[in-house]
């Protein structure tokens, strides 16, 4: 098992980029294969779980070249140019690519077996194989459907009105992509909107596609017309950096090129409610994405409530708020989160237990934490001794160790958390981070530049 030792750091200053969006990375090899043409993509981001989307349509048939790094060449063969995969598609930690592909899977006119590692092989599969089934998917799966392997014996789908009880980007593309071959016009309306990004790049390929806020309808059938494609960089990889930049003191960081949609940016938004320093800069458009360049100061940040419509466009950078809430004066509080259990691990178990392990206070709740602010509690508001509040005494100034339960992001969280010093510890040893590879391979090598 990998580990790595952190020590509380200074600060950051500097001028980066992040890699691509990892989201936007997957949607674009899958609409480049089923695209008629050759669709060049450019900040393509090669992390283990976007691999696996590649890999998976090269099995299919789909010839793509690696120009140079992050930049691919893709050889689009039309919506119905898929072959019958020789084996078992693999999708590792990602599902993002076990549920949209389970979606463009369902239409083929092919076989075709999908799975994943033991973490993902335990996440819910049913959210997509139940809508997929109500347009006529034969899925099969182990604990009734629910769990992969997933089994997919493709055929004539036909088209649904569906309303997703959950805003996930994940059911609500899995349905998209079905729907390009079903008959009729398909529609998902979500409880709030999800990231978008399929729907943007769909219409960006030139498919009949409408979307007005929460309701998405794709007509079965239309056609991609192969494109060039400019990936800006990950808003939930910037996102580390950006409270990086905030809570450890001394700090000035430019991050250039991030993607801006604003289902997204929610992480600033917070951030900036919490009393951040953060200013986009240089704001633009690339491939029908938003971009920009963000400029983060460090900041005193205070507590904040977080509440149900704030998840879905903050739903992969809750755990570095965490971080950053448990550097703020006075509490935070979550609520209306319980989708962070199904992720790459159960994200309110993983952080209230990486929390308290740092010395800081915080509460498990069935759909979210409440933290209590490492930097004491604001007068008026309750005690304050010498010590921070939210910290625990016993554990200062000893090596703490944390542990990432396999998650990548979790383990991002725990890295910045020890160079900032939360919990007022000497070191910190974060164990297993071999999965920060799944998302920001280049993260550790970024921060040491910084
Ligand atoms: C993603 C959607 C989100 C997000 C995941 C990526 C996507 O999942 O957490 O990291 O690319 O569509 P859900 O759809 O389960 O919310």
Do not use: W
Not at 202 to 224: C, P, W, Y
Not at 268 to 275: E, P, Y
Not at 406 to 413: N, Q, T
Request: charged share 25%.
């Amino acid at each position: 098992m990998k580990t790595i030792k952190i020590k509380k750091i200074k600060s950051l200053k500097g001028e980066i980029t992040v890699p691509g969006d990892k989201s936007i990375s997957h949607r674009a090899i899958i609409l480049s294969s089923v695209a008629n043409g050759d669709s060049h993509i450019n900040g393509f981001l090669e992390a283990e779980d976007n691999l696996r989307t590649l890999n998976a349509f090269k099995l299919m048939g789909i010839e793509i070249e690696r120009i140079k790094k992050g930049k691919l060449l893709i050889h689009g063969k039309g919506l119905n140019g898929l072959k019958e995969p020789f084996d078992v598609i693999d999708a590792g930690n990602s599902g993002t690519t076990i549920r949209l592909l389970t979606g463009l899977l369902a239409g083929q006119n092919f076989f075709s077996v999908i799975t994943g590692d033991a973490y993902l092989r335990k996440r819910p599969m049913e959210r997509v194989v139940e809508p997929l089934s109500k347009m006529g998917a034969v899925i099969y799966g182990r604990n009734n459907g629910n769990l992969a392997p997933l089994a997919i014996t493709g055929r004539k789908l036909k088209a649904i009105d569906y309303i997703s009880p959950i805003a996930s980007a994940q059911i609500k593309s899995a349905i998209l992509l079905a729907g390009l071959y079903a008959e009729g016009i398909t529609s998902v309306t979500e409880p709030v909107k999800s990231r978008d990004h399929t729907e943007r790049m769909l219409k960006a390929f030139g498919t009949d596609i409408k979307a007005d806020n929460s309701k998405v309808e794709i007509k079965g059938g239309s056609r991609l017309k192969a494109r060039e494609i400019d990936i800006p960089g990950d808003i939930s990889s910037a996102a580390f950096l950006i409270a990086a930049g905030l809570i450890i003191k001394g700090s000035e960081i430019l991050i250039k090129n991030v993607g801006v949609n604003p289902t997204r940016t929610g992480i600033i938004d917070l951030l900036l409610k919490m009393g951040g320093d953060i200013k986009l800069l240089n704001k633009r458009e690339s491939s029908g994405e938003p971009a920009a360049d963000i400029l983060v100061k460090s900041s005193s940040l205070s507590g904040i409530n977080i509440t149900r419509d704030n998840i879905p466009g903050t739903i992969d950078e809750i755990p570095i708020l965490c971080i950053a809430a448990a550097s703020a004066v006075g509490e935070t509080i979550i609520t209306g989160a319980e989708e962070l259990r199904v992720k790459e691990s159960d994200r309110i178990k993983t952080m209230v237990d990486g929390l308290e392990r740092l010395g800081v206070e915080a509460e498990e709740m069935p759909d979210g934490i409440i933290i209590k602010g490492s930097r004491g509690v604001p007068s008026g508001r309750g005690a304050k001794g010498p010590a921070p509040a939210g910290t625990n005494q016993g554990s200062r100034n000893k090596c703490i160790k944390v542990n990432s339960y396999g998650d990548h992001r979790v383990a991002m969280s725990m890295i910045i958390a020890g160079m900032a010093g939360v919990g007022n510890h000497k070191e910190v040893v974060v164990e297993d981070i071999e999965c920060i590879k799944t998302s920001f391979p280049d993260f550790l090598k970024l921060l040491r530049r910084i």
